[in-house]
């Protein structure tokens, strides 16, 4: 079997190698991988501004889908045959976030999904909604897992809610689906018209261009009749936490995601007080809140948006397009 694997950090220097095909031993599973799909923190984990002193040599890459091959003594969850997608992180099965749950990350802590075929525990692996593509099913287990626990878990959105979300790559065009499906009303900012008419086109109601105007908190306001959102998806960071800050309601919330951009500025704590804020970080879920999420998009038949899909040869490629920022939704590998 091929893969990819980081022995040295930096995308010019990922490089292909082969070894012979893994077994499953007792409990665990063998998956023929069809789809791989990036998130930034596979390309922070690439170029080593992940964890710089992180094990090497290490397969990239936590969210895959593909057909289970063969399983071990003892599997009765999941069959030969069967469509799955391995769990962001292997040890968190259910309940509240725990240091312990929160190792195993695949990807990171454990070998990733950027190759032929991956062995994986049994309670690692999840069955995948059946009207998904294999490209589709492979941006869920760290896009789609974050957006669901931020939109459904923490913000406990409803259809009278507003949903402020940032740009418009994966997780955040999840969010934007997920609030739809509750009734919500969404509304978003980004650097491009094309990319703020395209989410149009998704449900999204209203658009601003920050490139114009970094003040976007203000618009918030505006679309609300000056009472604010009642969650803002905080993908872009400390850069764009202030403006997070401003643009939520009294006793809203802003679930914390991104880490995209920075600032000298101060954390304000003075908003999260005297507005009793809520900041909740989001880290991806557990199965359970993967089960949940698949359950609500085999429901709705929801889509996954896919920017581009690139083969499995030119990995590099697809790097290379997520450190550019230029994509809408998600950007995958095909094997």
Request: aromatic share 6%; charged share 20%; glycine share 12%.
């Amino acid at each position: 079997m091929k893969f990819w694997r980081i022995s040295s950090f930096g995308v010019d220097k990922l490089e292909m190698a082969e070894r012979p095909d893994p077994q499953p031993g007792p409990g665990e599973v063998l998956i023929a991988v069809k789809a791989v799909s990036l998130n930034y923190r596979d390309l922070m984990v690439v170029e080593g501004r992940y964890n710089p002193k992180m094990e090497l040599p290490r397969i990239p890459c936590s969210d895959g889908a593909g057909e289970v091959l063969a399983i071990g003594e003892g599997v009765s969850s999941v069959k030969v045959g069967d469509r799955v997608a391995g769990i962001f992180m292997q040890n968190w099965i259910d309940g509240k976030p725990a240091a312990a749950k929160q190792k195993g990350a695949l990807g990171g802590d454990v070998d990733g999904m950027l190759a032929e075929k991956v062995i994986l525990h049994e309670p690692g692996v999840v069955k995948v909604p059946d009207h998904l593509t294999w490209e589709e099913a492979s941006t869920l287990p760290c896009a789609g897992v974050t957006a669901w626990n931020a939109v459904v878990r923490t913000g406990q959105i409803r259809s009278c809610d507003t949903v402020v979300i940032q740009g418009t790559g994966g997780v955040s065009i999840f969010a934007l689906q997920f609030a739809r499906l509750a009734g919500a009303r969404v509304i978003g900012t980004s650097s491009s018209e094309e990319k703020l008419a395209k989410a149009k086109d998704l449900g999204l109601d209203a658009g601003f261009n920050y490139r114009k105007n970094p003040e976007w908190a203000k618009w918030v306001m505006q679309e609300t009749n000056g009472v604010g959102a009642d969650l803002v998806v905080e993908v872009g960071g400390a850069g764009t936490f202030g403006q997070s800050l401003k643009a939520v309601r009294t006793g809203g919330t802003v679930a914390q995601i991104g880490v995209l951009s920075q600032t000298s500025e101060p954390v304000p704590i003075g908003p999260i007080l005297m507005s009793q804020i809520r900041v909740q970080g989001i880290y991806v879920g557990s199965r359970a809140d993967f089960e949940e999420m698949n359950a609500a998009i085999a429901l709705h038949r929801l889509q996954p948006h896919i920017h581009e899909v690139f083969p499995f040869k030119n990995a590099p490629g697809a790097f290379q397009a997520m450190a550019g920022g230029s994509h809408f939704g998600k950007l995958v590998i095909a094997l």
